[in-house]
């Protein structure tokens, strides 16, 4: 069973022993867009004994340049990105569980669908779940690698609770919805994904092996366009104020700041509304240049994309017409806008 992982048993860091705690081990990848994976086919080739894979997204055609999973007929046929995915990881090592989860990852479905890791790896598209992640895994004492990209730049931070600043007090408050640049509004090329998710994947490694003391205790930062590498020390912004991991006000864990949704009877739209949070209209119709705006007014701001017509307005509130899906609408409004 052992003889797959002979060149990883060789880095003497690692050894059998830790590769023997890699394949008892588990791992939830939450998001499996590009980054996501691309950290799954790399937990799961390295053994990690069971890797539980989360999204609420199907595949599309726009997709396939960074994700490298997926195929054409994945496209095709719309599969869910998660089944998709462990059909795929499977075929690459049949000794791990491969657990796909098609679900929304939110306050209500956090606590079920990663109880039982050892730990959490981000490949999300949007803050909001990321402090709900953070929330969780500092209620918990749980490792959680944060990681995102957007363009050709890309970060990576490693959250362990007790010992390394959280996500708030490096970020104190989610962006505003249309206030941070997203792969769907600016695009992103696939390389800066392989490094990022390399990166995260080898930060779960290092926790999973035992190697804790080898974790990454700063900000990996990288732009692959402009050639940029920098290591920010994020120690000294570990907050004796933190909401989180200092005054331990899980609000966003108990669903406080997060979007609440409603679907709109007859209308096929959910509308979302973002709690305490305005939006900057002027900022995000810059940012749509690419989309069909079809209204705009110091109120709100309307346009097309794929088969939705997503309204936002200053107050934070959207309305996502052409679904009456709230896990679909979500994903539409964190695609374009951001959340």
């Avoid at 305005?278 to 088969?307: H, I, M, W």
Wanted: net charge neutral.
């Amino acid at each position: 069973m052992l003889d797959r992982y002979a060149r990883q048993i060789r880095f003497q860091p690692i050894g059998e022993q830790g590769q023997r705690r890699l394949l008892a081990a588990r791992a939830v990848v939450c998001g499996c867009g590009a980054l996501g994976n691309q950290i799954a086919n790399l937990l799961v080739r390295a053994g990690v004994g069971h890797v539980r894979v989360i999204d609420r997204d199907v595949v599309d055609l726009s997709n396939l340049h960074r994700q490298t999973l997926f195929t054409e007929e994945d496209a095709r046929a719309g599969a869910p990105k998660a089944i998709a995915a462990a059909e795929r990881l499977r075929a690459a090592n049949s000794e791990v569980r491969v657990e796909p989860v098609v679900a929304d990852i939110g306050p209500e479905t956090i606590e079920r669908l990663c109880e039982d890791a050892d730990v959490i790896i981000d490949g999300c598209d949007n803050f909001e779940t990321r402090f709900v992640i953070n929330d969780y895994a500092v209620k918990n004492g749980l490792p959680w690698v944060f990681g995102g990209c957007v363009g050709t730049e890309g970060q990576v931070m490693t959250v362990l609770p007790g010992e390394t600043p959280c996500l708030r007090c490096v970020v104190e408050v989610p962006p505003a919805p249309g206030a941070a640049p997203t792969c769907d509004s600016v695009g992103v090329l696939g390389p800066i994904v392989g490094v990022v998710a390399s990166v995260e994947a080898m930060e779960a490694l290092k926790i999973l092996s035992g190697a804790r003391a080898a974790v990454l205790r700063k900000m990996f930062v990288v732009d692959l366009w402009t050639n940029q590498v920098r290591m920010m020390n994020v120690s000294a912004l570990k907050s004796a104020d933190c909401p989180t991991c200092a005054r331990r006000d899980f609000s966003f864990l108990a669903g406080r700041g997060t979007s609440r949704a409603a679907i709109l009877c007859g209308r096929n739209a959910v509308q979302l509304a973002s709690p305490d949070k305005t939006v900057s209209l002027e900022d995000l119709a810059a940012r749509l240049t690419a989309f069909e705006v079809t209204a705009r007014s110091a109120f709100l701001v309307r346009f097309k994309v794929e088969s939705f017509e997503i309204t936002v307005f200053a107050d934070g509130r959207a309305i996502v017409a052409g679904t009456d899906d709230i896990a679909v609408a979500r994903t539409a409004y964190a695609k374009y806008v951001g959340m």
